[in-house]
């Protein structure tokens, strides 16, 4: 679901990846690194049931528009329980190569699980990377396409993210970051904030999440709108930058060109 600042360490388990012992120790952002954690267990759950399911057409377009083809390699970021690096996996096939990448541990080991569950030939094709999104551990121009999903929003130093997008993004490759709109349109914000009010804090309390979910509403208010995405990312490098309204407005996709 998201990445932030947090301590890089080796994983217990074996089915994640170890960072190279090269990389350094950065400041844990705690509060939110264990909300997510907390998340983990019932993350999909709760994404089916407040949207109805349509986040995973929202997924699929995120996939699609990045461009990824069969024999890539590519990167997902803040991939959380893998709806993307699935997805990925599957349009880059076993010719291909997919990195899912998060800072929870936690949210990592429910991919890990889901991969083998699933059993899908293509799935062999991924690993999982727990790392900070602000210092990727990966060569300049490692991949032909980059996914991020709600995760942007809830990285500490946006613009170092997306200058680390670009630096491991081959030239003429695209990123596809899907995440919640900030819309500049009154009627859209208060249809945002209602439903975050009245369905999901209290379907979420249901859980036991309700201070998980509480954050929410700050984090799209804090958030950039679809023009502050385009600027961003093209005073981090990229030669083009889009960004698209989707779900009626509530959701959002930047799609930005190396």
């Not at 590519?74 to 997805?87: E, H, R, T």
């Not at 990123?175 to 819309?183: A, M, Q, R, T």
Request: hydrophobic share 40%; proline share 3%; aromatic share 10%.
């Amino acid at each position: 679901m998201a990445s932030l600042h947090f301590l890089l360490r080796p994983s217990s388990n074996p089915n994640l990846l170890a960072l190279p012992s090269r990389s350094r120790p950065v400041q844990c952002a705690n509060e939110r690194q264990a909300l997510f954690s907390r998340i983990a267990p019932v993350y999909d759950n709760l994404n089916d049931f407040l949207s109805l399911g349509q986040h995973r057409i929202w997924k699929r377009m995120a996939v699609s528009w990045s461009g990824a083809k069969r024999g890539d390699d590519v990167l997902d970021l803040c991939c959380g329980s893998g709806d993307l690096a699935f997805l990925l996996s599957e349009r880059v096939g076993s010719d291909g190569k997919v990195i899912g990448f998060d800072f929870s541990r936690e949210q990592l080991s429910v991919a890990s699980s889901r991969q083998h569950l699933l059993s899908k030939a293509c799935y062999k094709n991924i690993e999982w990377i727990e790392g900070d999104a602000t210092k990727l551990p990966f060569s300049d121009c490692s991949f032909d396409a980059i996914t991020m999903g709600y995760g942007l929003r809830n990285v500490l130093d946006r613009g170092k993210a997306m200058q680390e997008m670009f630096r491991v993004l081959k030239p003429g490759s695209r990123v596809s970051i899907l995440d919640f709109n900030k819309s500049t349109k009154p009627f859209i914000t208060s249809i945002q904030e209602w439903m975050i009010d009245n369905v999901v804090v209290p379907v979420a309390t249901g859980y036991g999440l309700a201070d998980e979910y509480a954050y929410l509403k700050s984090s799209v208010q804090e958030f950039l709108t679809g023009k502050e995405l385009e600027k961003l990312a093209l005073e981090m490098g990229f030669s083009n930058a889009k960004h698209y309204e989707i779900g009626g407005g509530i959701m959002g996709n930047l799609v930005a060109k190396r």
